[in-house]
């Protein structure tokens, strides 16, 4: 089948949650790179009987294109030898590239195997505002998604300086600059403070008021100012905070309290997995976040799931990876990112066998079946820390099949499992409508995206038809037909096209009253010049504020 400007997809099994669509048997028409009411009569068509249509998966929170991924690459030679990749078959005018797969594929994997998946648009949740530049050209190598950067602030030097003296406004304006400048698309706070207390010697901050030594800024302050400024920037997705404590016993508190300090205003709490555990000792906190969760109709999560094998853990919380380090004995790298954040990477596996790895699986699905709005409680794995995107369909079943999820918790180490709610047999199945939200809707609407995450007039046309088969892990792995802008991808199960993405980035206004004072702060500290800060030649003009 060749490429078409105009296509009608007739007959299928369309879930379009956004547009109130669920399992109707309807026609999906493409004309160009997008979804239109009709068609011609005559208009090509592709038979879609039997099938289940879906708008293309959006990932809100993975790790793919960044200086950090880059290290992992290095740092794991023993996956490159494990899984080879050699090039797809595609037509002629496509990059046909060879790779390395494991848990960090290398860039064209990467952008085949999400494709792979229905996937095609996917967000990079943790970028070094100075290694942006790395990640545009991570991009540019990552064919059949369209992608974006989340920006780390909220450790970086001359933010804190701003908090330090009360300058909220000013904070805001660099805020504003700093993800025009960088190509990004939302502001991401990583461990507030706890970075820089990290690099300094201090080493962790535990509580949201537990001040910086160098400074005296308290993760509260930072999560205030940011947060504030991404909502008065009129930013499309609210601020994506990563909390304190990641991954430590009894840390729900401060997630709470992060919550509850940010009430009444739009926030994003990622892998919320990570940060719902109870204390002393380890056991499950999901009830009372989830409870919180669900009654403040301003927060949303992404879960952050946990899935038994091989992951990465990749953060630019470094405290955390070096706790990981000690209690795993595996490989670590530790990088300080000069003035404004840090990285940290350690391999891991998850084992059913191992008591806290089945508690932080049992935790996810909890999350994920405690949830009473499925549009603020959306599906990651937070690639590849939690396990590789390639796990999504197993992670589907899971949430579709209480008998799948009942065999599984069979197998698992119970012994911290006492007053899970999953232990104690939650009935809950996701529906196919759910998942569509999950997935699609709900990451596309949280990140403000009209033109994703939906099949209606005027919406992007990627789309992902799936045949149906009672075994949905086998049927999310390999959709039959995806298009990516009104191209076709997937063909009768094969990639055959790889076009280039579309990049998604803001230019949000700020007051240029910040620009001296700010470039007084890089001559005298930073090791690249305040005009060559800004990355050039970001393709792609940014989306409209
Ligand atoms: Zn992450």
Known sequence: MNQREQLRITGGTVYDPANAVDGEIRDI???GGGIVASLPDGAPALDARGMIVMPGGVDIHSHLASSSCNHA????????????VSAPELLEGYPRRSGTGGTVPSTYTTGYRYAGLGYTTVFDAAVAPIMARHSHAELEDTPCVDGGIFVLMGNDEYLLRQIAAGERERARDYAGWLLGSTGGYAIKIVNPGGIEAWKSGQRNLAGLDDPLATN??????ILETLTGAGNQLG??????????????PGNAEVTLSSMRALDGQRAHFTHLQFHSYGGPGWKSAAAPIMEYVNGHPEVSVDVGQVMFGPATTITADGPVEYLLHKSSGRKWVNIDIELETGCGIVPFLYKDKAAVSALQWAIGLELFLLSQDPWRVVLSTDHPNGGSFLSYPALIQLLMDRSVRDEQLKQVNPKLLAGSAVADGLSREYTL???AIITRAGPARLLGLKHKGHLG???????AIYSKNPDVARMFSSPRYVFKAGQMVVDDGELRRAPTGRRLRLQPEYDDALLPDLQRHFERYSTISFENYPVQGIPDAPLPL
Request: charged share 20%; proline share 11%.
């Open 433 to 435: 409508n759910e998942i």
């Open 457 to 463: 007039v005027g919406a992007d046309a990627d789309v």
């Open 73 to 84: 690459r290095r740092l794991l030679p023993e996956e490159h030898a494990l899984d080879p």
């Open 216 to 221: 005296g800024v308290t993760p509260r302050g």
């Open 29 to 31: 028409c493409i004309d």
């Open 235 to 248: 930013l499309p997705h609210p601020v994506h905070i990563h909390c304190n404590n990641l991954g430590v």
